[in-house]
């Protein structure tokens, strides 16, 4: 067996994972039930070698977990709206049984049940209709994030220059004011009841990961002895990105606000890119540098994950199972035999 570095992801009343060769999906449902989806995937990372250089492959992870994630996260609402869906029916159908049906109206609803003709492609116009409502879904969280985090900071911070001259000044305010919308966005978000149970699971999926990465049997009970941190989470992988985009957008000197907002979308790529090096560096060394680089996002975590229960880490060791034989993986970081 190969080492690999699971990721995951938290969602509606459960947690996605994704392994080497598929993701899968986790959900517990309101009867308390688990639903486990295991779709196979191919990562866009090993379809073809230009993915792999440093700094792409950045780019191409952040857009397939971006993808994935809004994929899994509609999906597990859609749990919660077919029970909702199933609910209504079943009273209807109740109130329906209080009045006998006169004899009539069955014999028409029969005739025109015979005379209706069959929908055709019906699975494959959801299907289609599902796929394309995910991607408007996609482009407008983009939009809405880049329009908020990256655009809002700089239109902002430009009109500093009607008080300085100085390019540090503004560029750095520009990055701290980013900062600060973001953990209020974040803080103001975990208000929430539904979200407080998503960062919950957020936790769950991280004790999850770092309960394999031990070495340890993957059991609820293990599960919830393990830290809610983890080095590469997407918490940290953001907050990187805001500490690097500081950095880069010293380099770029101008108080025109169109060239400046356009330069700021130009770079976006290249800023994740380099902000996913750092977190893919961070997790896999264990030193005084990798250290420091994750420090702030293990901060960040703090407000982005909350400690799970009993049940929501039996949900993670759910997820885990459906994509990779976690006992054969424990026993080769007990004995340290992975494949080179």
Same mark, same amino acid.
């Given at each position: ?40 995937? &191919? ?16 780019? /191409?992870?952040?857009?397939? #977990? @971006? ?9 597990? #609402?859609?749990?919660? @709206? ?15 049984? !209080? ?6 109206? /069955? ?28 991607? /408007? ?25 009607? !008080? ?7 560029? &750095? #305010? ?5 900062? &600060?919308?973001?953990? +209020? ?9 539904? !979200? ?26 293990? &599960? ?42 130009? @770079? ?29 996002? @293990? ?5 982005? +994950? ?35």
């Amino acid at each position: 067996m190969k080492r690999v570095g699971i990721g995951g992801q938290a969602v509606l009343e459960g947690i996605m994972m994704k392994g080497p060769e598929s993701y899968a999906l986790a959900v517990r449902k309101e009867d308390g039930e688990i639903a486990t989806e295991l779709t196979p995937y &191919v990562s866009f990372g090993e379809r073809k070698k230009l993915n792999r250089i440093p700094i792409v492959r950045g780019v /191409v992870n952040f857009i397939e #977990s @971006l993808y994935i994630g809004t994929k899994t996260l509609m999906a597990s #609402s859609e749990y919660f @709206l077919d029970e909702e869906e199933d609910d209504k029916k079943s009273k209807k159908n109740e109130k329906e049984a !209080v009045k006998e049906p006169e004899k009539e109206a /069955v014999n028409e609803a029969v005739k025109g049940a015979e005379n209706t003709p069959e929908p055709k492609n019906e699975k494959k116009e959801e299907k289609e209709d599902s796929k394309g409502f995910m991607i /408007v879904t996609l482009v407008l969280s983009l939009a809405f994030a880049i329009g908020v985090f990256v655009l809002l900071p700089s239109f902002l911070s430009n009109l500093l220059y009607k !008080v300085t001259d100085s390019d540090v000044l503004v560029n &750095v #305010s520009e990055g701290l004011l980013r900062m &600060v919308i973001f953990l +209020t966005y974040i803080i103001l978000i975990s208000l929430t009841k539904d !979200v407080k149970r998503t960062f919950m699971y957020h936790g769950a999926e991280h004790k999850a990961i770092n309960c394999l990465e031990a070495g340890d049997d993957l059991t609820p009970e293990n &599960v919830l002895k393990h830290t809610r941190f983890h080095r590469r989470c997407g918490t940290s992988f953001v907050f990187i990105v805001m500490i690097i985009s500081i950095l880069a957008f010293m380099f770029i000197h101008t108080d025109t606000v169109w060239l400046r907002m356009l330069s700021r979308l130009l @770079l976006i790529p290249v800023i994740a890119g380099l902000s996913y090096e750092v977190i893919r560096y961070a997790g896999m060394h264990n030193n005084a540098c990798s250290r420091i680089m994750s420090a702030p996002g @293990l901060w960040v975590q703090r407000l982005t +994950t909350k400690e799970p229960d009993l049940s929501m880490a039996e949900v993670a060791v759910r997820a885990v199972e459906q994509v990779i034989d976690w006992r054969e993986y424990v026993k080769c970081v007990r004995e340290n035999s992975f494949e080179k």
